[in-house]
């Protein structure tokens, strides 16, 4: 499927480089209407430039004459530029940018350019807010998880947490690669949004589509597609490159809005696109909560992490950071 976003720059930039061609037009007929000795010598040059052309084409050997007749009437013309203080720039379109000329085209690639609003315009729509400028991966503090062991876990916290931490940075930094969505389970404030954000970050810095979206609002989007025709939410819950969902098992599911649930899921497995789920549930929580087709897809194509410790929120509010 052809990404809108690409489409939509590309128009963008298309009418911002026939602007620019338009407003060099308009400048260069001022300045000819200002200057007339100026227009009259781009007059004079053209013509002495077909004439030459012609005489070209009856065989004559106009060369040394040609140039040296051209190079007097463009110091003449470089002159008046001069005494009016203008320069040939002036007379050249203003592209937004001087690299691709507002092609987004550069050494047969995307240009810089083209590809920084791609960013913009996946960071507008993924519901993720730059501002979140703290939550990265460098920032993530392995301090606030325990390091002795607790319950029945094979490891401790801290060690979880780390973990955890390494298998999400591979799944951003590798995530053409990588074969398995992500499930991260867990109770509150044990970092499953705050790594859910640095992934999305990660991918949406790198030129990736991807919607952040609570499971509230995913199943609400969904019932409301049910009378919206052109199911615009639907397609892009298919189509994005990555599609978080945070929070499953928060909302009431109907049986309509599981069964799209469940044929996003199938899509998105298809065509090899990924999605990264936290919950507070456990996996087995799913079956009853969603049917058997939506379990198994999460039990075999997810890799699960476990998310446990003390509260983080709680910590630092005890802590007086909050
Ligand atoms: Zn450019």
Known sequence: MANPIYAAIRQ?????RREAQRAAKQRKSEIYAKIPALSELDREMSLKAAEYSMRIINGED????????????????????????????????HYSCPVCHDTGVA???????FKARVIEENFNSS???????YQS??????????????????????????????VCQTFAD????????????????????F????????????????????????????????????????????????????????EAPSVYTTAVFSDILDKRWRCGKKLMISSNNRLTDFERLYGER???????????LLFYGRDIRVQKFMNGDS
């Not at 963008?12 to 911002?16: I, R, V, Y």
Request: glycine content about 8%; aromatic content about 10%.
């Open 195 to 250: 790594l859910s954000t640095c992934v999305a970050k990660r991918l949406l810095m790198s030129g990736k589509s991807v919607i952040y979206i609570s499971a509230v609002d995913f199943f609400k989007r969904i019932e409301k597609s049910r009378f919206d025709a052109s199911d615009s939410d639907i397609r892009m819950f298919e189509s994005c490159d990555l599609l978080i969902i945070d929070d499953l098992g928060t």
């Open 174 to 193: 590798k995530f053409d690669f990588v074969k398995k969505s992500l499930l991260l389970i867990g109770g509150t404030g044990l970092g499953k949004t």
């Open 12 to 16: 963008e930039l298309e009418q911002k």
């Open 107 to 113: 050494d047969g690639g995307y240009c810089s350019c």
């Open 294 to 304: 939506v379990f198994s897809r999460l039990a075999g194509g997810f890799e699960c």
């Open 137 to 166: 991966f460098d920032s993530f503090d392995l301090n606030f998880y325990p390091d002795e062991k607790t319950d029945n876990y094979p490891c401790t916290p801290r060690e979880n947490m780390k973990r955890n931490l390494a």
């Open 127 to 133: 519901n993720i807010g730059k501002t979140l400028d």
């Open 62 to 93: 106009v060369d040394n004459e040609m140039k040296e007749a051209l190079a007097k009437l463009s110091e003449r013309k470089k002159a008046c530029l001069l005494e009016h203080g203008l320069t040939g720039a002036d007379f050249e379109p």
